[in-house]
């Protein structure tokens, strides 16, 4: 594994990245399991990259989203190749951005099939029908989460820019609590 700098100055200096292969699974895992739209590819990402491999921090996390929300096209798919490139350079962002639409080129190419080939099939549309609840709850409950992580990191950055120079201790321990809170 190498060490590569991957967070703001709130962050460790540096942090492990997988090796190649590693992130190819994990990529791979994160391309199965992202479906219900930006908000729930998203949530799968955080929750994989960040909270259970820990190869980015959530600063590094959020600051890219954000980035990425500013840049016109689908800022899932530019979140996956960012992160791709910021553990692997080009490799990683080109394995990651195709990994990541991989599922859904698949399945769009094995409807068509169905379609082409049978027409209106009422089992497919009974399936696409059940799934509309589960797909709904996955990105209400994505939505929340990062929401709610965001909304914590913005009251603290607004509200120490509403402090005084006067009260430089007490905006000290307020960044504190604020960073504790992350």
Do not use: D
Request: aromatic share 10%.
């Amino acid at each position: 594994m190498q060490e590569i700098s991957a967070a703001p100055a709130a962050t460790p200096a540096s942090r492990v990245f997988p090796s190649i292969g590693q992130a190819l699974r994990v990529w791979l895992r994160v391309a199965a399991l992202s479906f219900g739209g930006p908000a729930g590819q998203i949530a799968v990402m955080h929750r994989i990259i960040v909270e259970e491999k820990r190869w980015v921090s959530e600063a590094r996390f959020l600051h890219a989203l954000n980035y990425c929300m500013l840049l016109p096209g689908p800022e899932a798919q530019q979140l996956a190749t960012y992160i791709g490139w910021l553990m692997h350079g080009t490799l990683g962002g080109v394995m990651a951005g195709g990994l990541f639409v991989l599922p859904g080129i698949v399945a769009i190419m094995a409807l068509s099939y169905v379609y082409a080939a049978f027409g209106n099939v009422p089992l497919v549309a009974a399936l696409f029908f059940g799934l509309k609840p589960a797909v709904l709850a996955i990105v209400l409950e994505a939505v929340l989460r990062v929401g709610k992580r965001a909304s914590r990191t913005m009251f603290c950055l607004s509200s120490r820019r509403r402090r005084s120079p006067a009260s430089s201790s007490s905006t000290f321990r307020f960044q504190s609590s604020c960073l504790a809170r992350l």
